[in-house]
């Protein structure tokens, strides 16, 4: 599966992601953070708003889409040195020359099969006494397009992975990360009817689901699914982290 987005249409749509993204930030204690790693950044709705609240601080833009990077820094331009960007798989060791003061992610740790690896990677590039603050899809999350999707007999692709909260404080411990909290808070969205639900579910939520539909019925896939929701809502559920590297 081609870890490429279509970019430019999800950072038209992504208005949750980027409403989320907001008080993921808040979280986040700009105090002695001079770098912060923005694991996941995707089009840079987010980064935008991490860089203006660490706004002495550089910022490395990590994402394992080109297309998203190249996204992102036509947003983030205007920051001109205060960026970097790597493309990079979480599922990898991270190629970073030198250890950031805190890492932040939103929307994507529940593209990792792996956690318990993926804290470990994380750790070995945050300083000690580094925050971690993150959210992503959670137990539960969206279980009304899962539930569609089985229902049309159509292949579900096995890149999610919507933890539980017990079990991330006991992956984040065994990394070496201390003061865990980590804690499910339900995110039920509406969208606009018709294209633009459409367009959304295409783009962000089935986007691996059609890349295994035939082209020609990708868009019928797409209506299909929105068919059995209840309506133009999805049942979002997120999974929240905070933790310092010990």
């Known amino acids: 599966m081609s870890r490429e987005w279509d970019a430019a249409t999800y ?26 790693l923005d694991a996941g950044c995707g089009s840079g709705r987010v980064t935008e708003q991490l860089l203006e609240r660490v706004a002495e601080a550089h910022v ?15 947003r983030l331009a205007r920051f001109g040195p ?10 990898e060791p991270l190629p970073l020359d030198e250890p950031v003061d805190a890492i932040l992610s ?42 569609a999707v089985a229902e049309l007999g159509y292949p579900l692709p096995a890149r999610w992975t919507y933890a539980e909260p017990e079990d991330e404080r006991r992956h984040l411990a065994a990394a ?27 783009t962000v939520v089935l986007r691996e689901h059609v890349a295994l539909v035939p082209e020609e019925e990708r868009a019928a896939f797409v209506r299909a699914v929105a068919a ?18 010990g």
């Open 82 to 91: 205060r960026v970097s960007f790597v493309c990079a798989d979480l599922r």
């Open 106 to 147: 939103t929307a994507t740790f529940h593209w990792v099969p792996d956690h318990a690896g993926l804290f470990r990677r994380l750790a070995t590039v945050l300083r000690p006494g580094g925050q971690l603050v993150a959210q992503y899809g959670g137990r539960g999350n969206i279980a009304s397009v899962v539930r």
């Open 228 to 245: 059995r929701l209840p309506g133009p809502f999805l049942d979002y559920v997120r999974l929240n982290v905070v933790a310092r590297r």
């Open 11 to 36: 950072d038209r749509v992504a208005d949750p992601q980027a409403r989320w993204g907001a008080a993921v930030i808040a979280r986040l204690d700009p105090r002695e953070v001079r770098r912060v």
């Open 176 to 202: 070496g990360f201390v003061d865990v909290q980590a804690w499910l808070q339900p995110e039920p969205t509406r969208f606009e009817a018709g294209p633009p639900f459409e367009t959304f579910l295409a």
């Open 60 to 74: 490395v833009a990590l994402d394992g889409s080109q297309r998203m990077l190249e996204e992102a820094a036509r």
